[in-house]
Each structure stands twice: as structure tokens, then as C-alpha cells.
């Protein structure tokens, strides 16, 4: 089945205390992203990549890091997280390297940092 | 940057109504615009998308229209059903922070949308 799978789905940690969210693809798509969703702002892009090798800062990149060592995994590190970075943490990936086409979502991990 | 304004933040209308909800952009060389719904609890999927050498586009009961000189764009759903209630998304593709290239999407703040039975 084509998917879009993210871990953990559920986390809470404590402030400064460093995590990573994995997420993985199975549809050899080029374009990967993340997301975080917070009531009344939408979604906003944390970093995106078009290749392998190859991320890019979206919008609100600050206090995150990511890497893309290979095609299918793009996993999201907080290196010393904040209660700011609370939120619902979406990774999405799309087929074409721009990001101009579908974007299959994974279900989302809800992060609580306290 | 890109950055994107969608109205009205939220939208109820009666079973059978039309619903318009509205996106601004600011990039005037973004070329793409999709549009996601995220029902409760579940991740946002594509309804519908619009690219920059189309100015309308059409999927049954759900049409994008696009304006490039006024940089708006909008979703218009026909006949809505108490299904269609949801959050809707517009974005706009646009450019990294350097200009050197383009691969970033902007969302919209988001529409509640409700359909009354």
C-alpha cells in the first residue's frame, strides 16, 4: 500500500530534551516536506527537500533540523525542544522535485513539549 | 516570501448552497495552487489544483478560478453536502528565500467550513 508513515504518533518530552520524528515513503517520490499545523495559523512549512541531499528552509525552519540521506526517509529533529514547538507535526511527500503536484500526507504525530 | 491570505476563516451554509472561499498571494512567478481538505481528526488531502497557464478548473462539484494579475485565486463548491464540512487549505508554490529556487509551499490560514443538513 502507498503511504506516507510517521513515529512516533504521540510524544511528550520536556524541554531540552533532544527527539527525532522519522518519517518514511514508499512511492519513490523526490519531494519531501514537513509541516506544522497550530490552530488558527494553518499549515506552515518547517523545511523541505527536493532530492536527496537536498533540504531547504520553508517557513518557520527555526529550532529544527533535517536530513535526507536517503529517497524514502526525512526524518525532523528537535535538538533542544521548547514548549513553543508544541503542535501537530505533519510530513508530507509528492513525486515531481518542486512540490507542484499531490502531496500525500502521513497521519501526523502530536508533540506536547512541557 | 510567499505569503499567503485566505477568507473567510470560517463559512456555514445550508445543504444544497454554494460555498466561496477566497486565497491571496504575493509572489506574483508562484505557478501553482492546490487546494486540501482535512476533515476532523485526519490529515489533509488534494481536492483540486490550479496551475499559472489556466485561469479555471473544474472537478464535478468543486472549481478553482485564478486571477495571475489581481494574485487571487478561489475554491467554489456547488451543491454543498454535510460532508463537504471540513477545514479547506489554499497554498501558492513559491521561492526559497535566496530566489535560487522553488520548491516552497505556503498554506492559507484555513476555512471552516459547515454544511447544515
Known amino acids: 500500500e502507498a503511504q506516507v508513515t510517521q513515529n512516533p504518533r504521540y510524544l511528550i518530552t520536556v524541554t531540552g530534551k533532544k527527539l527525532t520524528v522519522t518519517c518514511s515513503q514508499n512511492?519513490?517520490?523526490?519531494?519531501m516536506s514537513w509541516y506544522r499545523q497550530d490552530p488558527g495559523l494553518g499549515l506552515r512549512q518547517i523545511y523541505y527537500?527536493?532530492?536527496?541531499?537536498?533540504?531547504d528552509k520553508g517557513d518557520v525552519p527555526e529550532g529544527y533540523k533535517v536530513s535526507r540521506k536517503e529517497k524514502r526517509n526525512f526524518p525532523l529533529i528537535l535538538e533542544s525542544p521548547s514548549p513553543n514547538q508544541t503542535s501537530l507535526y505533519f510530513c508530507?511527500?509528492?513525486?515531481?522535485?518542486?512540490?507542484?503536484?499531490?502531496?500525500?500526507f502521513g497521519p501526523g504525530t502530536r508533540l506536547t513539549v512541557l | 516570501g510567499e505569503n499567503v491570505e485566505q477568507h473567510p476563516s470560517t463559512l456555514s451554509v445550508q445543504e444544497g448552497d454554494s460555498a466561496v472561499i477566497k486565497c491571496t498571494y504575493s509572489?506574483?512567478?508562484?505557478?501553482?495552487f492546490p487546494w486540501y481538505k482535512q476533515e476532523l481528526g485526519k490529515r489533509p488531502q488534494l481536492i483540486i489544483d490550479?496551475?499559472?497557464?489556466?485561469g479555471e478548473k473544474k472537478d464535478q462539484r468543486i472549481a478553482v478560478t485564478l486571477n495571475k494579475t489581481a494574485k487571487h485565486f478561489s475554491l467554489h463548491i456547488t451543491e454543498t453536502q454535510p460532508e463537504d464540512s471540513a477545514v479547506y487549505f489554499c497554498?501558492?508554490?513559491?521561492?526559497?528565500?535566496?530566489?535560487?529556487?522553488?520548491?516552497?509551499?505556503?498554506f492559507g490560514q484555513g476555512t471552516i467550513l459547515t454544511v447544515h443538513p
Open positions: 509572489d506574483s512567478a508562484s505557478n501553482y
Open positions: 490550479i496551475r499559472s497557464n489556466v
Open positions: 512511492m519513490n517520490h523526490e519531494y
Open positions: 497554498a501558492a508554490s513559491g521561492a526559497n528565500a535566496g530566489g535560487t529556487s522553488y520548491g516552497k509551499l505556503t
Open positions: 527537500s527536493m532530492n536527496v541531499e537536498v533540504t
Open positions: 508530507a511527500s509528492s513525486q515531481g522535485t518542486r512540490g507542484t503536484d499531490t502531496q500525500y
